[in-house]
């Protein structure tokens, strides 16, 4: 008797502690959450290698796009589009640049008429862009074919605003030249040398120094005695 009631006594305890467990909630042991991966990607590893490497890419893509839009400022002038030539001249990030130069020069080709030249002369200069040789030089072609006084003073305005001391000889020798095969009837001797002088003063120091610019004074010099000569008989 003794031993069932000693038997039933650990039955009942092994059920009791088997019931306590059972209801017992289980908790997950705490984790830490893993470190994200170092970055894969070509701009966010963070090494001095990967930002080299970033800044290279981002430097061949801005080349890229500017070679780009070079390509299409230049389609627009082969057109006959002036206004690139303010585009041309940021892009360049200088007052004369070579850009600016080749955009100028391609409007120069497109202008296939005098009245397209001329409108190509006066937007040049009344936005106070630079004046090339090539767009001075082609102004003085078209003066020599067809000479009046507002074209002969258009062309010694261009020539002086290239800043070059040849240029502007070669236009005022046209344009003695016209004036003495009296194609400039419009336009009086004192006049012209008024023209002549004026202009002159629009070269820069630099110019009017050099060894050209030696050359110019001289030309305008031997003008001078010959206008006023012309004025006075």
């Given at each position: 008797?003794?031993?069932?009631?000693?038997?039933?006594l650990?039955?009942?305890?092994?059920?009791?502690?088997?019931?306590y467990?059972?209801?017992?909630?289980?908790?997950?042991a705490?984790?830490?959450?893993?470190?994200?991966p170092?970055?894969?990607?070509?701009?966010?590893d963070?090494?001095?290698?990967?930002?080299?490497?970033?800044?290279a890419?981002?430097?061949?893509?801005?080349?890229?796009?500017?070679?780009?839009?070079?390509?299409?400022?230049?389609?627009?002038?082969?057109?006959?589009?002036?206004?690139v030539?303010?585009?041309?001249?940021?892009l360049?990030?200088a007052?004369?640049?070579e850009?600016?130069?080749?955009v100028?020069?391609?409007?120069?080709?497109?202008?296939d008429?005098?009245?397209?030249?001329?409108a190509?002369?006066s937007?040049?200069t009344?936005?106070?862009?630079?004046v090339?040789?090539?767009?001075?030089?082609?102004?003085?072609?078209?003066?020599?074919?067809?000479p009046?006084k507002l074209s002969?003073?258009?062309?010694?305005?261009?020539a002086?605003?290239?800043?070059?001391?040849?240029?502007y000889?070669?236009?005022?020798?046209?344009?003695?030249?016209?004036?003495?095969?009296q194609?400039l009837?419009?336009?009086?001797?004192?006049?012209l040398?008024?023209?002549?002088?004026?202009e002159?003063w629009?070269?820069s120091?630099?110019a009017?120094?050099?060894?050209?610019?030696?050359?110019?004074k001289?030309?305008?010099s031997?003008?001078?005695?010959?206008?006023e000569?012309?004025?006075?008989?």
């Amino acid at each position: 008797m003794v031993t069932f009631l000693i038997t039933s006594l650990v039955i009942l305890a092994f059920l009791a502690a088997a019931a306590y467990f059972w209801q017992k909630p289980a908790f997950p042991a705490k984790t830490e959450p893993l470190p994200l991966p170092p970055g894969r990607g070509l701009f966010i590893d963070g090494t001095p290698d990967g930002a080299a490497l970033a800044a290279a890419e981002a430097e061949s893509l801005a080349i890229a796009n500017a070679d780009q839009r070079r390509s299409e400022l230049l389609s627009l002038a082969a057109k006959g589009e002036k206004s690139v030539l303010e585009e041309a001249r940021n892009l360049g990030n200088a007052e004369h640049s070579e850009f600016y130069d080749e955009v100028l020069n391609t409007l120069v080709e497109s202008a296939d008429s005098a009245p397209k030249l001329l409108a190509l002369g006066s937007y040049v200069t009344r936005h106070e862009f630079p004046v090339n040789k090539k767009l001075a030089a082609r102004f003085i072609e078209s003066c020599k074919s067809a000479p009046d006084k507002l074209s002969t003073a258009k062309m010694l305005h261009l020539a002086a605003l290239s800043n070059e001391a040849d240029v502007y000889e070669a236009a005022a020798e046209t344009a003695l030249e016209c004036w003495r095969k009296q194609l400039l009837r419009d336009l009086s001797p004192q006049e012209l040398l008024a023209i002549l002088e004026g202009e002159f003063w629009l070269l820069s120091s630099h110019a009017r120094s050099s060894g050209a610019g030696f050359l110019l004074k001289r030309t305008l010099s031997n003008a001078r005695r010959e206008l006023e000569a012309a004025h006075g008989g």
